[in-house]
Structures are given as structure tokens and as C-alpha cells.
């Protein structure tokens, strides 16, 4: 008889980790609450990676009017001003609903039994599924949990309720405002600034450490902090939110020692909190917090017995890309197939201009963990490619361990970096050396021959 595997959650996790169980014989249910694709597919990358393409689009005029008459200025003007945001958000729903029908064929053909409604546990065989008009209970011999996360928007911003956004309710916004205030410069504050101020709002933008993406190489802050600025982003570093409340027609946020600040719109985009509060674990004798179940194997995402999670869930890295994985190797160990993950080959990237990705160590990781490093970079002014597209801001990366030449990971900014990324995470799986990554080949002209031109410095 095959396993019988309940899935709770459809998103980036959990529709792959079904689709593999699936595949390796397993009899599947999924239990999806919202829609099939969760947080990336409507509220997460995918949205804001097709707004981003539209704001791409929109700085791609007034590029094209530099090297135009001097009429066009005023053509572009004109386009600019006849922006429809209505339709840009349109456009970005009609890829989202793809996508998840996608995800639903896929489920069809692998005969997936797919139920739209809220799981919690009763027991550790069995679900209880809260539905519109209906309840009903599913047995499993196994579940993976891949509940994702939301938004976490604490206190002052409940004050502003009615001027507040977060990830998932920003797509919705009815008008651009004309100023927004982001909180939070990490990777989706980062993004919204770079998207909003190129279709035209004056964003200004929040951060309470010191510098802009801190969990990346402070290169990539400076260089990002620099590009938003020149886009007209209005950084407030080392600053936080205390206090907030509305007025008439805005919001009007009290940052620490420096005064007040006011705009139509505020998104908070400051943290994640897993959604695991409906789901009762408790009944099954597991522990949570904010950051996700206590107790996952990083390695074989057991949490116990029979009981694995993936994704957001698991709090080992809050990315789409990372779940899958989860997702898929928690269904091989599952069905008794042996497959590990590694948290530490998980590449990462942020979608501003230029982009910015990042996989392994950065060089003062390295160095924290006593580890002798050489680091090779080149900037992408040297880059020919870069430089015919206008895009040569950036630079390249490579730390590699100075004893045994072994790669330990790259930072790379500058045009299609979150694609190039990708060579790195090959290479470092691999095992290679930085001579060995010397010797491969790279297309010319292209940016990805920055890498060998960084290797030979
Ligand atoms: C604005 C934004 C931009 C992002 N951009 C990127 C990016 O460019 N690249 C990247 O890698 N990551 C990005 N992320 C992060 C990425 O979206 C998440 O890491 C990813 O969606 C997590 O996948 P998941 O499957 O764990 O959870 P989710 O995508 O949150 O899916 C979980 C699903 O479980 C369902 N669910 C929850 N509880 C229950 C229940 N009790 N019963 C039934 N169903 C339930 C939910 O409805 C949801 O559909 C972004 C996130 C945001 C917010």
C-alpha cells in the first residue's frame, strides 16, 4: 500500500515537496487555506518582480530620451505622466493566475488530491480542514508542514491602520501614493524603493541599523544606499519608528531624535512571523515561535517521526528557492529516499538596480569564523559587457580559503546578478577551488566574465 502524505500548504515549499512524493509513489493530499503559489506567487517574488520590470520599463524612457531630439524629453514626460497603475497591477495578477493554474495542472496530472481549506492537527495522524460550508477530517501516515509566514507589522504601525501596508496588501494599493514611507532596508524595503521611486513616488526609507541589506557585504549597503539616492530615495539610517499616528489626509511617523515624518502611505516590511498559530500543534507535542518549529533537522527536515516541515516554517532561510529544496528533500527522506539539504549553498538575491546576489561566506563571515581568506574583486567598470549597457556599477567578489584554494563564497552586484549567482552555487557545491573556476570558459562579451577576470587578480 503507498504512503499516505498530507502537505499543509501550497507555496513554494509545499508544492514541490508534494509533486515529489507524488512521484516517488506516494498517495498526496495538499490543504491550501488561500491560493496555490502562497506568499511568492501573490504577495512575494513574483509580484514584485513583475512591478519591478514595469518600473525597468518606465527608466528605460527616460534613458531613451537622453539619446533622443530634444522633443522626446517632452514625449517622455508624457508617458510618464500618463502612467496606469491600474494596469501594471493587472498585468502582474494575469502572471500570478498562471502560475498558480500551473501549479494546479501539475497537481491534476500527478493525480494530487488538492483541498481548499484551513488544516489544524487534531493528532499526530490526523487534520481537522475548517472549509467555507464544511469540515472535514484527512489521515496520513506523514505531513510536511510548509505553512509559510506573513508580514510582521507590530506596534506603533496599528495606530495607522488605515495608511499602512504591508507585502501582501501593497499590491492591492488602489493610487500610487506621492510619498511613501518604507520601513525596513532589507531585501523587500530595498525593492519597493527601487520600484516606487521609478514610477515616480517620492519614497523615503527607514532603517534601524546602521546600513541598508545588513546581512549582506558592506560593499552591496554602500552601493545600493548610493543608487537609491541618485534615484531620489531619501535614506534615514539608524532610525526608528517610535510613534505613529493620522491625520486629515496622511500618516505621520515619529522617528528616534529626528523629528516627524509624513506621507499618504507607510509599508512596513520590517520581519516575517510563521503562520503556524492555526494549525495547533500543540496536539502533536510540537514547540513554536515566531521564527518557526522548534526542533527541525536542518539537514533531513525532520522535525520528528513522521512529522516534517519546509520552508518559511523551518526559520533556516526565509527565500522561495530554499523552500523548494526543503520541500524536495523532505519528501525523499519521507519516502525513504536519503537526500540532504544545505542551508549554507542557498544563494540570495535583491532585485534593485543594479542587482545584487550573494552565496557561501562573504569575506567578513569568513574571517569571523578564523578562517584565512583571499579575496579577489573586480569592478565592473573593467567589464566590456556592462559598460554597453550603461550598467557598470557593480563589482565582483570571491573569497577562497588562502590555505586550500577551496572556494567559500562570492558577492556579485552589478547587471543579471541574481543570474550569475548561479555559477558560484555550482562551483561551491562542486567543491572547486578558485583555480578551478579559473580554468572554465566564459562567453565574451558577457558580465559573467568578470568572474574570471576577478580570479586572475
Ligand atoms: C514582497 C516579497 C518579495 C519576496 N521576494 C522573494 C524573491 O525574490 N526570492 C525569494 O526567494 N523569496 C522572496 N520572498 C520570500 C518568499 O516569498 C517566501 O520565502 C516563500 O513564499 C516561502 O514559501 P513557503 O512555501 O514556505 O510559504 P508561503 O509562500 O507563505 O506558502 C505557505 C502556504 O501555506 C498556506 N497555509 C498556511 N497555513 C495554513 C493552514 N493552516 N492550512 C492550509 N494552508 C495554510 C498559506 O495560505 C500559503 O499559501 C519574498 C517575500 C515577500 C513578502
Known amino acids: ?94 502572471v500570478s493566475q498562471k502560475l498558480a493554474a500551473g501549479i494546479l495542472a501539475m497537481f491534476r496530472q500527478a493525480k494530487i488530491q488538492y483541498i481548499e481549506g484551513v488544516a489544524s492537527f487534531k493528532d499526530a495522524h490526523s487534520l481537522h480542514i475548517t472549509q467555507k460550508d464544511q469540515s472535514q477530517e484527512l489521515s496520513f501516515d506523514s505531513v510536511i508542514i510548509a505553512a509559510g509566514s506573513t508580514a510582521f507589522v507590530p506596534p506603533p504601525f496599528d495606530k495607522i491602520k488605515d495608511r499602512v501596508y504591508d507585502n501582501s496588501t501593497i499590491f492591492q494599493i488602489p493610487q500610487l501614493p506621492k510619498r511613501l514611507v518604507i520601513v525596513g532596508g532589507g531585501a523587500i524595503g530595498c525593492e519597493f524603493a527601487t520600484l516606487m521611486s521609478s514610477l515616480g513616488v517620492e519614497v523615503h526609507l527607514v532603517e534601524m541599523q546602521p546600513r541598508l541589506l545588513p546581512n549582506m557585504d558592506e560593499a552591496v549597503s554602500r552601493l545600493i544606499a548610493q543608487s537609491l539616492q541618485k534615484h531620489g530615495v531619501t535614506l534615514w539610517l539608524g532610525k526608528s519608528v517610535t510613534d505613529a499616528h493620522t491625520e486629515a489626509d496622511k500618516a505621520v511617523l515619529t522617528l528616534d531624535q529626528s523629528g516627524t515624518l509624513e506621507a499618504e502611505a507607510v509599508l512596513v516590511a520590517i520581519g516575517r512571523q510563521c503562520n503556524l498559530a492555526d494549525l495547533h500543534l500543540e496536539n502533536i507535542g510540537l514547540e513554536w515561535n515566531r521564527k518557526g518549529i522548534v526542533g527541525v533537522n536542518p539537514r ?34 519521507m519516502c525513504g529516499k536519503s537526500q540532504t539539504y544545505h542551508n549554507e549553498w542557498v544563494p540570495n538575491a535583491v532585485y534593485t538596480v543594479p542587482e545584487v546576489a550573494g552565496v557561501g561566506l ?28 550603461a550598467a557598470a556599477e557593480g563589482f565582483v567578489e570571491i573569497i577562497s580559503d588562502k590555505n586550500t584554494g577551496r572556494l567559500l563564497g562570492a558577492t556579485l552586484a552589478g547587471p543579471n546578478a541574481s543570474e550569475i549567482i548561479s555559477a558560484f552555487t555550482v562551483a561551491l557545491q562542486a567543491g572547486f577551488t578558485a583555480e578551478q573556476l579559473q580554468q572554465v570558459i566564459f562567453p565574451h562579451p558577457t558580465v559573467s566574465e568578470a568572474i574570471g577576470d576577478a580570479l586572475v587578480r
Not at 24 to 40: D, M, N, W
Not at 362 to 387: C, D, I, P, S, Y
Request: net charge positive; charged share 15%; glycine share 8%.
Open 300 to 333: 533531513t527536515l525532520q522535525v520528528k517521526d513522521h512529522i516534517y516541515a519546509a520552508g518559511d516554517v523551518t526559520g533556516l532561510a526565509l527565500l522561495a528557492h530554499a523552500g523548494t529544496r526543503q520541500g524536495v528533500v523532505a519528501a525523499h527522506n
Open 362 to 389: 562573504t569575506r567578513a563571515q569568513a574571517q569571523a569564523q578564523g578562517l584565512e581568506v583571499k579575496a579577489q574583486k573586480v569592478f565592473m567598470l573593467a567589464n566590456g559587457r556592462a559598460l554597453t549597457m
Open 1 to 94: 500500500m503507498s504512503l499516505k502524505i498530507a502537505v499543509i500548504g501550497a507555496g513554494p515549499a509545499g508544492y514541490p515537496a508534494a509533486l515529489t512524493a507524488a512521484k516517488l509513489g506516494a498517495e498526496v493530499t495538499v490543504v491550501e487555506k488561500a491560493l496555490a503559489g502562497g506568499v511568492c506567487l501573490h504577495s512575494g517574488c513574483i509580484p514584485s518582480k513583475s512591478l519591478l520590470d514595469a518600473a525597468h520599463r518606465f527608466d528605460a524612457v527616460r534613458d531613451i530620451a537622453a539619446l533622443c531630439q530634444p522633443t522626446a524629453a517632452t514625449a517622455a514626460e508624457e508617458i510618464l505622466k500618463a502612467l496606469d497603475w491600474p494596469k501594471i497591477q493587472k498585468r502582474q495578477q494575469l
